[in-house]
Structures are given as C-alpha cells and as structure tokens.
C-alpha cells in the first residue's frame, strides 16, 4: 500500500546542533501535516504545507514541502532540549481524504546538553 | 492542554474481558477517529467517524467495535483481545474529515494479558 517514508529513524544531537527529518512519497501528495510526539505524549499538530515549494517558518523550525509535492522536510536550528521528541510527517494523497492520511514511523529526535 | 480527553490513561485487561476506551472533544469538530500506536511502527488509522457517520474501517478486527453517538463522544468496545492488541490506542479529532489538522487525546495505554 501507500507509504510515507522517513528519514531517519531516529537522530542524536548536542544542544545548539541543526537537524533535519525528511519525509518521501513515491506519489504526489496533496499536502503534508508535521506533528510533535513528546515522550509519554500525544502526537500535536505543527504546520500544514499545501503548495508545491512551499515554505514555512516558526521560530527555529522551517518546513518545505517539495516542488513536485512528493518530499517534505522539518529543518530544527540550534536545537534545544526542550525539541526532544519524536517528529512525524503525514501525508493525504490527491483526491484522499483524511481517512486517507498516512503517518511516517517518525524520526526520533533526542538532544544531548 | 488537549480538548481531546480519553479515559482511561491506562488499562490492563484480560483476554477475555469485555472494556470499553471513551473519547469526548471539547472542540466542535465534527469529525473523529481511532489511531493505534505501536512500537516502531506508524500510526494506524482504526476507524473515522464524519457528522456520526463511519466512513473508514481499515480492516479492524471484529474484536474492536467502535460506536459515535454524537460529534462529540466516541467509544472503542474492546472484547476477546490478544496480548498483541497491546498499544497506545489514540483519539483525534478534526474539523472535517478532510485536510484538516488532527487534534490527539493523551490517549489510552493497553496491555492485554
């Protein structure tokens, strides 16, 4: 069936490092949801991309949904501990609808102080 | 805080026991699901109410019963599990069943035994 891949699966940082979760669809999405799961929590809604290059910006985290909507990427500056988490991408192809939405496995973000 | 509460936080039950998770929104959505969560794996979309109506089942086993009594509540019957039912069973809630952002519950954590 469809799939949202992520990458990757989990990511180790020092505080004040970047990173970068990535998410791949071999098909054109119609828009693409990041959420936030903290440890022990509930996944939270972040952003939603919908137009092709889109890109979105809140505070030290930038999301970019691809030209050809079928990649998106979250994009941390200087992480913190307070970004601990697991990062999810999800996904509702062309025409879906959101029973339709796909979950990636999520990239697993843990910050070291 | 979340306008999604489910109860209970946790729950261990036999395999034969009969139990049901509740799931109330505080948001005025009128759409409302059932996710299961499992390690190291993605989210899976169990059911989808739109307006009290089911318009998803993803090939649930009978042994889940999900039932909508209005937009507000939603329960998840749960009866003859297996210890591999074993995960954290998530309601979400959205404005529409269609490109709307997920709103999660803190969600109930299953153990069968």
């Known amino acids: 069936g469809q799939q949202v891949m992520q990458i990757p699966q989990y990511q180790h940082v020092q505080e004040g490092e970047d990173f970068t979760t990535y998410c791949n669809s071999s098909?054109?999405?119609?828009?693409i949801q990041w959420y936030k799961q903290r440890p022990g929590g509930h996944p939270v809604f972040l952003i939603q991309?919908?137009?092709?290059?889109e890109v979105k910006k809140q505070k030290r985290l930038t999301f970019q949904f691809g030209e050809a909507k079928k990649n998106s990427s979250l994009h941390i500056t200087a992480t913190q501990t307070t970004d601990v988490g697991t990062y999810f991408c999800?996904?509702?192809?062309?025409?879906?609808?959101?029973?339709?939405?796909?979950f990636g496995k999520g990239t697993k973000l843990s910050v070291k102080p | 805080e979340t306008g999604v509460t489910q109860t209970p936080r946790h729950l261990v039950m036999g395999m034969t026991n009969k139990k049901s998770l509740k799931c109330e929104q505080h948001?005025?959505?009128?759409?409302m699901y059932w996710y299961k969560q499992s390690a190291k794996k993605p989210l899976e979309l169990m059911f989808v109410?739109?307006?009290?109506?089911?318009?998803e089942n993803n090939s649930v086993p009978s042994r889940f019963s999900p039932e909508c009594p209005n937009s507000s509540h939603l329960f998840l019957h749960l009866h003859t599990l297996q210890p591999e039912d074993s995960a954290l069973y998530l309601c979400?809630?959205?404005?529409?069943?269609?490109?709307?952002?997920?709103?999660f519950g803190n969600g109930t954590r299953l153990t069968v035994t």
């Open positions: 109410y739109n307006f009290k109506e089911q318009t």
């Open positions: 098909t054109t999405l119609s828009n």
């Open positions: 991309l919908v137009k092709s290059g």
């Open positions: 948001l005025g959505h009128n759409a």
């Open positions: 999800a996904a509702t192809n062309y025409g879906g609808s959101q029973g339709n939405l796909i």
């Open positions: 979400a809630s959205s404005q529409e069943a269609r490109n709307s952002p997920l709103h």
